[in-house]
């Protein structure tokens, strides 16, 4: 596929959750407080996107203590590189937008 | 502590319905502890303090691990349905937030559907040619049933499914 599929919100929100390693429920409280409450991570649809994430390798799964059995998430480089690339088509559509409708906004 | 048991019967495609009512008890002052077949027992609580969610999912340990970790409570399972509540005061509780995750969760229920009707409806077949054999008729009214069912979920998916070609 030329250029880059869009990403949902919802991976978008994950993968820069994850700039930082953090477990499910971060992930969670992260999305909303960086989307000021707009956006909310259902955990049913988290955890869903998690294993989707992680057999696509964009992220990886650490244990980080055996015996709470806590997991954290952790961005890998391919997940990093097309976080980059979303941002990159999220400032074309942004930038677009505001040269045609500029004077309104 | 007070408790009922009520029976009741939901269709599989009714799933909404169910969850509607189980709500309907929490604000009325009875949450759901424990589910059996067509049963529901009650226990009493503040009305309004819990939101009650189920679902369909084949039973997943690390699920049930990672959804307690948001704050979540496993209530039990029936079938393949599974029950979870939380405190309204601990936030919102929604299992899915967007229209992918509904789809792949109509998906799973219709898979069910088709494996059993499908089965029902071999079983039905086989029954009606074999003349020692005299309820092949009940095979065949559960899967026409059962088919039924994924037509009404069928429904459901496809109407998500427009909604989805202008938004997620």
Same mark, same amino acid.
């Given at each position: 596929?030329?250029?880059?599929?869009?990403?949902?919100?919802?991976?978008?929100?994950?993968?820069?959750?994850?700039?930082?390693?953090?477990?499910?429920?971060?992930?969670?409280?992260?999305? @909303?407080? $960086?989307?000021?409450?707009?956006? *909310? %991570?259902?955990?049913?649809?988290?955890? /869903?996107?998690?294993?989707?994430?992680?057999?696509?390798?964009?992220?990886?799964?650490?244990?980080?203590?055996?015996?709470?059995?806590?997991?954290?998430?952790?961005?890998?480089?391919?997940?990093? @590189?097309? $976080?980059?690339?979303?941002?990159? *088509? %999220?400032?074309?559509?942004?930038?677009? /937008?505001?040269?045609?409708?500029?004077?309104?906004? | 502590?007070?408790?009922?048991?009520?029976?009741?019967?939901?269709?599989?495609?009714?799933?909404?319905?169910?969850?509607?009512?189980?709500?309907?008890?929490?604000?009325?002052?009875?949450?759901?502890?424990?589910?059996?077949?067509?049963?529901?027992?009650?226990?009493?609580?503040?009305?309004?303090?819990?939101?009650?969610?189920?679902?369909?999912?084949?039973?997943?340990?690390?699920?049930?691990?990672?959804?307690?970790?948001?704050?979540?409570?496993?209530?039990?399972?029936?079938?393949?349905?599974?029950?979870?509540?939380?405190?309204?005061?601990?936030?919102?509780?929604?299992?899915?937030?967007?229209?992918?995750?509904?789809?792949?969760?109509?998906?799973?229920?219709?898979?069910?559907?088709?494996?059993?009707?499908?089965?029902?409806?071999?079983?039905?077949?086989?029954?009606?040619?074999?003349?020692?054999?005299?309820?092949?008729?009940?095979?065949?009214?559960?899967?026409?049933?059962?088919?039924?069912?994924?037509?009404?979920?069928?429904?459901?998916?496809?109407?998500?499914?427009?909604?989805?070609?202008?938004?997620?």
């Amino acid at each position: 596929m030329p250029g880059n599929p869009a990403l949902t919100e919802a991976t978008y929100y994950i993968l820069l959750s994850l700039h930082k390693p953090r477990h499910g429920y971060g992930i969670m409280q992260q999305t @909303e407080e $960086l989307s000021g409450g707009r956006v *909310r %991570l259902a955990a049913g649809t988290l955890y /869903g996107a998690l294993n989707t994430l992680c057999d696509k390798g964009w992220i990886v799964l650490k244990t980080v203590d055996e015996d709470n059995r806590r997991k954290e998430y952790q961005l890998t480089d391919k997940g990093r @590189e097309i $976080l980059i690339n979303e941002v990159k *088509r %999220l400032k074309e559509l942004a930038r677009n /937008g505001e040269m045609i409708l500029g004077e309104e906004l | 502590m007070e408790r009922k048991t009520i029976t009741k019967w939901f269709w599989v495609w009714q799933f909404e319905d169910e969850e509607k009512w189980l709500n309907e008890m929490a604000a009325s002052g009875w949450v759901l502890e424990s589910v059996g077949f067509c049963r529901y027992t009650f226990v009493r609580c503040e009305p309004g303090a819990y939101t009650v969610r189920t679902e369909m999912r084949p039973y997943d340990e690390q699920y049930v691990r990672f959804m307690e970790e948001t704050g979540a409570e496993y209530v039990g399972r029936m079938m393949m349905w599974i029950y979870f509540r939380k405190k309204t005061e601990d936030g919102v509780f929604d299992l899915y937030s967007d229209i992918d995750s509904r789809i792949s969760h109509l998906d799973r229920i219709g898979k069910v559907l088709l494996a059993i009707g499908g089965a029902n409806l071999l079983i039905g077949v086989v029954n009606s040619f074999n003349p020692g054999a005299r309820v092949g008729w009940v095979n065949l009214l559960c899967a026409t049933l059962l088919m039924y069912g994924l037509g009404r979920i069928h429904g459901k998916k496809e109407a998500l499914e427009k909604e989805r070609e202008l938004h997620e």
